[in-house]
């Protein structure tokens, strides 16, 4: 069975700083990546997948995550948070089967 | 404009009072899948259909039933609800290929009193 780990439950960072959230997953065969953002009050949106190719993929925003095969990560970065970064996080797993497998989230609050 | 469409939005009810939570998605996709949220866990997989007719339990299904007569509705019942189904509830909708992205819908906020 697939699994996914954040590791981070709660960031807070101020405006202009660095990110990087960690996301390991566990699965022995090929698997899709991604990460969802939710807004406050809203749905989940996607920021970025991989599927296959390079390893690193931008997404949306500026975001951009990188997946390293060999430590089965794929840690989302931004080199400079805004305030409307402030969201919460969910890395995800794709398997051989059809399931999605959510991380537990990052809630990534900004200080203006 | 594409969407996946989910009703009601917010519903108060008690236990054991049958319910439906409906989820319609107009982008023709072929898989619909039902989410829960809870803090601190994440979203986990109740029920996905992978086409008409076909459907199938995700990671915790207990409580829940489904059914996918046409492929654009696919709703989720709780046929006798329990506090422990209080919850947010996120149906989405994935094209049927191997690239797909997950387009989710607005979200239900059940409390089960």
């Known amino acids: 069975a697939q699994s996914v780990s954040q590791h981070n439950h709660h960031v807070i960072l101020s405006e202009a700083a660095s990110l990087e959230l960690g996301c390991n997953y566990s699965y022995g065969g090929t698997v899709n990546l991604f990460w969802y953002v939710q807004y406050p009050g809203q749905h989940l949106q996607l920021l970025l997948k991989y599927f296959s190719g390079d390893p690193l993929v931008k997404g949306i925003k500026g975001f951009e995550a990188e997946f390293i095969k060999s430590k089965f990560s794929f840690n989302l970065r931004k080199p400079s948070v805004q305030w409307s970064d402030t969201a919460e996080y969910f890395c995800a797993v794709r398997g051989s089967a059809r399931q999605l497998t959510f991380g537990s989230g990052t809630q990534l609050t900004v200080l203006p | 404009e594409a969407q996946v469409t989910q009703n009601p939005r917010y519903l108060i009810t008690v236990t054991g009072k049958k319910l439906t939570v409906t989820c319609s998605q107009n982008?023709?996709?072929?898989?619909m899948s039902w989410y829960r949220q809870d803090p601190g866990l994440g979203l986990r997989q109740i029920y996905y259909?992978?086409?008409?007719?076909?459907?199938d339990k995700g990671d915790v299904p207990e409580g829940y039933k489904v059914s996918r007569k046409e492929k654009r509705n696919f709703p989720l019942i709780l046929e006798s609800p329990s506090p422990n189904q209080t919850s947010l509830y996120f149906c989405?909708?994935?094209?049927?290929?191997?690239?797909?992205?997950?387009?989710f819908g607005p979200g239900t906020r059940l409390t089960v009193l």
């Open positions: 982008m023709n996709h072929e898989y």
């Open positions: 989405a909708s994935t094209v049927g290929d191997s690239t797909d992205t997950q387009y």
């Open positions: 259909s992978m086409n008409v007719e076909v459907t």
